[in-house]
Every structure is written in structure tokens, then in C-alpha cells.
């Protein structure tokens, strides 16, 4: 059973007709939790170590390492029947648009520690670490999430060039039957 069938065997039948439909988002999210897992362990670790004087790089660091199982995940799970492109087209493509996530995401983040002061001494640690999780983590990844789903079906994987994928002899193992 797949990750995908796994998921919607659990999912009760209105909410996983919707799912079956947009299976492609579902996989997405999947990716992206999996990722904002990496994403905030490398952060952490390096914001608590290394860089505790530099959240904002830190955070920068997270983000490409999250970047790079991203495009593999995607690349050959979420948007597997999308695409076509020369392989070094579409990596080029996926890390500009995440290149521009990026700063996308690090825009609550920079504003929360550098234009509202939510960093100690000004704030207690507490304050600090909440704030930087909310902004970072939360609203940053949300944006950037909102932005790479669009930026990647419409210039990295675009549709049109799946036909050639799904016209293939691969057969879709995620497909899920309506019940």
C-alpha cells in the first residue's frame, strides 16, 4: 500500500473524493511535512549551536537543505507524471523558483527579529524562540509553501509536458479506487 493509499484508506468518503481528486496536492503536503521536519531540525540544530548569533542564516541553511530532499521528493513522487524537461532544465527552474521562496520565507522571519526587536534583550527568550518558530516556521513556510506549489506546476512541472510521462507505459501506482 502506498503512502497515498495510506493516507486516504484513513480519510472518510467526502473528504477523500476531494483528495483523490487533487491527489497531486496531497502528495505535495506530504513532501512539504516531511521537509518542514528537516527543514526545522537543521535550523535548530544550527541556530542552538553554530550560528545562535545568526537565526536568519541559520534558517537560510535549513531552507536549502529542506530544498534539495524537496526537489528529489517531488521530482519523482509528487509531480512524477509532470514534467518532461531535460533534467538539468527543470533542476535549474525548481531552484530559482526555490531560490525565490526562500527570500519569500525569510521575510517574517528577518521582519520579526529586525524590524519589531522580537530578539533578547528586548524580549525574553521564551518570547524570542516563539516568535521565531511563528514567523519562521509558520507564516514563512506558508507563504513559500503557497508560492512553490504554484511556481512548480506552472514553469517546473507544467502539465503539458506530462502527457509524454502518462501516455508512457508506467502505470500510476497511487491511484486509488473510489469505494
Known amino acids: ?42 535550523w535548530y540544530l544550527l541556530k542552538l549551536s ?34 518532461g524537461r531535460e533534467r538539468h532544465h527543470e533542476a535549474a527552474l525548481f531552484f530559482v523558483i526555490s531560490g525565490i521562496a526562500v527570500v519569500v520565507n525569510l521575510i517574517p522571519l528577518y521582519t520579526s527579529r529586525y524590524v519589531f526587536d522580537l530578539e533578547v534583550p528586548h524580549v525574553t527568550r521564551f518570547v524570542q524562540e516563539f516568535a521565531d518558530f511563528t514567523s519562521g516556521s509558520i507564516i514563512g513556510m506558508f507563504l513559500a509553501m503557497f508560492f512553490r506549489f504554484w511556481g512548480f506546476k506552472k514553469w517546473v512541472f507544467p502539465d503539458e509536458l506530462g502527457e509524454r510521462r502518462r501516455d508512457s507505459d508506467e502505470p500510476d501506482d497511487d491511484v486509488v479506487p473510489l469505494r
Request: proline share 4%; no cysteine.
Open 1 to 42: 500500500m502506498t503512502v497515498v493509499e495510506s493516507v486516504l484508506s484513513r480519510t472518510p468518503e467526502p473528504l477523500r473524493s476531494v483528495l483523490i481528486k487533487h491527489r497531486e496536492l496531497l502528495k505535495f503536503a506530504i513532501v512539504g511535512g516531511t521537509t518542514f521536519l528537516v527543514d526545522n531540525g537543521v
Open 50 to 83: 553554530v550560528l545562535e548569533s545568526k537565526p536568519t542564516t541559520a534558517k537560510a541553511i535549513a531552507i536549502i537543505v529542506a530544498t534539495i530532499v524537496s526537489y528529489i521528493l517531488n521530482r519523482e513522487w509528487s509531480f512524477r507524471t509532470r514534467g
